[in-house]
């Protein structure tokens, strides 16, 4: 095992693809390629791999030489063999796994993997809310309470209120996390029984306490719950004091666990609807894949559960590891220790990168973990940066090894100062402004890179979240400067998809004014009805097409992504128009790529950023990165040693804030803190990190009371990282680094052309695609003859079934005509090693590939060696597609674990015999 931690612009592509190029070229197996695994995050970095190692290999393919040769070798073979190139997200290789054991699982083979869970969890809660009847007192129950409760704390009502989010959290890899260490049993434990013991305990905890705080002068204002004193004064009597001391804690862990008992009280019929809707639409969600095949390889031997699947892989290369789950790493552990034996494996990371805990990535594992499994591993820490010039790297260690120790930090950026290795003979610039006015600093450092030669497609600027985005976007539209950003790649920006969807809302509800104006304009005349909606769309699009071809023309991207993205829903959904209306409306993110090459400003958020660079960088809005910010968390309550006892143990969704200190939740609190200052300074350093030549951090400056502390060197409570940035600088409000870049003087790469998209979306209607052919009645055999006057292709048919059916020379029915009879009886006395009475053979056996397609070989015969023969029948002209058909059974075969395999197409009339 080998450790690399690589910092930003370390070159951590680089070394992944020299790795796996120096593995193939020392190997000896002539299909090496196919025993080596490369595992990344997103399908961007795996494409971007993949790449890398093709061009790699072709460039060590050039000259004499046998290192040369072998690299054409292997070049070859990958292209040739493509689907053997162990080069894949983490997600897809889990899939294929968790495929194999769809039967035990209870799922159809052909399941789909379902990306937007958000709408699964919206329509599972909704069916919650439409299944309420009398029958169900339970839920009805706790609905009233919830109504109660919200009419007592705000003075409205809304049935709806917080049940997405309860259902949400319910559905969270934190909670399934929680629920299997903690033993939650969803039936028992939010049973109405327990829950309503809870509620009683936890009423009675407050009642006392407020009665007690009464009996002391403290009123307890209607609908709200007591807070901790804030002012000596308020705690000047001794028994006030020791009443909060004491029993405070207690008190307000009471009425935060009262107030979730509610949203409990749904879980069980929420958890019931969301399975039954998985089955009814054979879907898994993407992130529940990964706790499946957890529970299938605990207590089994995990290498066979891999090698169940086909899994040839005995070396391992693990990519971005930082952002890996503890539920991912507990699913790959068992590869990487049944490989690390003979194997060769490489794990590549930066902790000080890991900004995805969101998502359930956890910096552990690569910070300390990895090293303690793997005692022996060998870690090697990239220290040099290729990406960005003098200055950027010199300020971007000073200041994040200032930044870590204000934070107590140091061991997790002891490595942060890297040595440059770009070789570009300018140092470049970095530029921190601190100002109210940060879209007009924006707008001007725009504007100062393009008088020195950068173009627009130099620059990206980068945000905290969408909202400060969306206010960058606005001011570049004004100023004419164009612009790429998430709001311009949204479908639903596109002129033609929006009409689309309003003719489609008219059709499913007349009413609708303006998919009616919209429809009469461009000439709709809607069919009874359709029985496709993807068809139906495409008659809708041919119509939109004649009525503005050059919007149609323009959007060509926006059209092609909305209607795969309507395939795939159709494919789980059906083909009912009303409920695609209302998940389009809901749907929030619906994105294509970002065009490649384009000359327009780049807007995204850090967190896109992440593996990208661009020469002139502007992160704006920098004090948005805040230390921490209350959020809502799952937490474990132990109320052991209180008044609560162990009455109301379990998990409750508690929001985390410094007023959690008084609450038996403090040491989830602390945790959560010191997890957020992690997350927000990895934030930071991301966005810093991302620029090549040039940098300007653009920020609000410090309040006045705490500039002039700063000024003055008196310690602070530190609110964001901008503050910090700051203080470093010397409370400079302007601050400058390096000299200005001169883009006229950069090398650009030469990204060549490229294949030109094309210009428009084609709709062809289906009569058009598809026609049957009326001149050859051959073909669907109806020519009324039999025996030797029949045609061509069916006496080939009849003869192939009777192949089918027969062992040796021996079984041939005496019903064959005796022309035919004597030719199989030729051909198969011609090949015993095929024929021969007592080989194991397997005539026409169906298998089942990973995707769930069936394929079924002619004859496959298996020798006590363990190779293979796959032989399939042909009585019709020699044809290319033959050769790709045997060509794909033995790929079949080879995944599944047999590696001496040959494929043989054989033309049986002429006894001709191909060999693949």
Request: charged share 25%; hydrophobic share 40%; proline share 3%.
């Amino acid at each position: 095992m080998k450790i690399i931690k690589a910092s930003a612009g370390s070159g951590k592509t680089y070394t992944l693809s020299h790795t796996y190029q120096d593995f193939l070229l020392n190997s000896d197996d002539p299909y090496a390629y196919r025993h080596l695994l490369a595992v990344t995050f997103t399908n961007k970095a795996t494409a971007e791999m993949k790449e890398r190692i093709l061009k790699d290999l072709a460039a060590a393919s050039q000259g004499e030489g046998r290192s040369a040769a072998r690299a054409r070798h292997y070049l070859v073979g990958i292209l040739h063999d493509y689907g053997a190139f162990g080069v894949s997200t983490i997600d897809r290789f889990f899939q294929q796994t968790l495929r194999s054991f769809a039967r035990e699982l209870g799922q159809f083979s052909s399941y789909q993997v379902e990306l937007d869970k958000e709408s699964l969890i919206s329509e599972a809660m909704d069916r919650v809310l439409d299944g309420v009847c009398e029958d169900k007192k339970e839920l009805i129950g706790w609905l009233r309470l919830n109504a109660m409760d919200q009419i007592r704390q705000s003075g409205r009502f809304r049935l709806d209120e917080g049940l997405l989010d309860i259902g949400q959290r319910l559905k969270s890899e934190e909670y399934q996390r929680l629920v299997a260490s903690v033993g939650i049993d969803t039936r028992r434990d939010y049973s109405k029984q327990r829950l309503s013991g809870i509620k009683k305990l936890c009423a009675g905890i407050i009642s006392g306490f407020e009665s007690e705080a009464a009996a002391l002068g403290i009123k307890t204002e209607k609908g709200k719950r007591l807070k901790y004193p804030t002012t000596k004064k308020a705690l000047s009597d001794p028994a006030v004091a020791d009443l909060f001391e004491k029993k405070y804690p207690v008190y307000a862990t009471a009425a935060i666990v009262e107030r979730q008992l509610y949203g409990l009280g749904v879980a069980r019929e929420f958890e019931a609807e969301f399975d039954a809707l998985l089955k009814e639409k054979n879907v898994m969600p993407l992130d529940e894949s990964n706790a499946l095949l957890k529970k299938i390889i605990d207590g089994s031997d995990a290498p066979f559960v891999y090698e169940k699947t086909g899994n040839r892989y005995s070396h391992y290369m693990l990519d971005e590891f930082q952002d890996t789950s503890r539920l991912q790493w507990d699913n790959f552990l068992p590869l990487l220790l049944d490989a690390d034996a003979s194997g060769e494996n490489l794990i590549v990371g930066d902790v000080k990168q890991s900004i995805y805990r969101w998502r359930d990535s956890d910096w552990h594992l690569l910070g300390s973990e990895v090293q303690k499994v793997f005692p022996r591993a060998k870690v090697e820490t990239k220290e040099e940066n290729w990406r960005s010039t003098d200055t950027v790297v010199k300020v971007n260690g000073e200041f994040f090894e200032y930044a870590a120790q204000a934070v107590g930090l140091q061991d997790m950026y002891a490595k942060v100062k890297q040595f440059v290795r770009a070789g570009d003979a300018q140092k470049g610039c970095v530029h921190l402004s601190f100002t109210d006015d940060q879209i007009g600093a924006v707008l001007e450092s725009i504007a100062d890179v393009r008088s020195r030669g950068a173009g627009y497609g130099d620059i990206a600027v980068l945000v905290r979240g969408k909202a400060e985005g969306a206010a960058i976007a606005e001011a570049l539209r004004l100023a004419q400067i164009s612009f790429i950003s998430d709001d311009t790649l949204d479908l639903k920006s596109a002129v033609t998809v929006r009409r689309l969807v309003s003719l489609l809302s008219f059709y499913d509800d007349p009413a609708n004014t303006v998919g009616s104006f919209l429809a009469r304009s461009v000439g709709v005349e809607f069919p009874e009805n359709y029985h496709s909606l993807v068809d139906f769309c495409e008659f809708l699009l041919r119509k939109l097409s004649d009525y503005d071809r050059p919007s149609y023309d323009a959007e060509t991207l926006f059209i092609g992504a909305f209607m795969d993205m309507l395939q795939d829903w159709v494919s789980v959904n059906g083909n009912n128009v009303k409920a695609f209306i209302r998940q389009w409306q809901e749907k929030k993110d619906c994105y294509i790529g970002s065009p490649a090459n384009s000359d327009a400003v780049r807007i995204m958020t850090v967190h896109k950023s992440k593996g990208l660079e661009f020469p002139h960088v502007i992160f704006p809005f920098a004090n948005k990165v805040e230390l921490f910010k209350p959020v809502t968390r799952w937490c474990v309550l132990d109320g052991g040693g209180t008044a609560l006892g162990h009455g109301a143990d379990g998990i409750y969704p508690v929001e985390l804030s410094s007023s959690s200190l008084r609450t038996l939740f403090a040491d989830a609190y602390r945790q959560e803190r010191e997890l957020q200052i992690v997350d927000n300074l990895n934030i930071f350093y991301v966005a810093m990190t991302r620029a090549s030549k040039s940098l300007h951090v653009i920020a609000k400056c410090p309040a006045k009371n705490k500039a002039d502390a700063l000024k003055k060197k008196r310690s602070v409570e530190w609110s964001n990282f901008s503050e910090m940035l700051y203080a470093w600088c010397g409370c400079s409000e302007e601050w400058m680094a390096g000299e200005p870049y001169d883009f006229r003087l950069m090398k650009r790469e030469d990204k060549g052309t490229g294949i030109p998209f094309p210009a428009a979306f084609d709709s062809i209607p289906l009569g058009g695609r598809l026609r049957a052919s009326q001149d050859a009645s051959d073909f669907f055999g109806d020519d009324g003859l039999t025996g030797p006057q029949a045609s061509g292709r069916i006496k080939g048919i009849q003869l192939h079934a009777v192949l089918s059916s027969v062992e040796s020379a021996a079984g041939l029915p005496s019903s064959l005509d005796e022309e035919d009879k004597a030719m199989l009886g030729e051909r198969l006395a011609a090949h015993p090693e095929w024929f021969a009475p007592g080989l194991r053979s397997r005539n026409e056996v169906s298998v089942f590939g990973a995707d769930g397609t069936l394929h079924r070989p002619d004859r496959v015969v298996e020798r006590e060696d363990g190779s293979i023969d796959i032989i399939d029948y042909k009585f019709g002209a020699e044809h290319p597609s033959y050769i790709r058909q045997v060509r794909r059974y033995m790929d079949l075969y080879r995944k599944m674990g047999y590696e001496n395999v040959c494929g043989y197409v054989w033309y049986v009339p002429e006894d001709k015999v191909v060999k693949l």
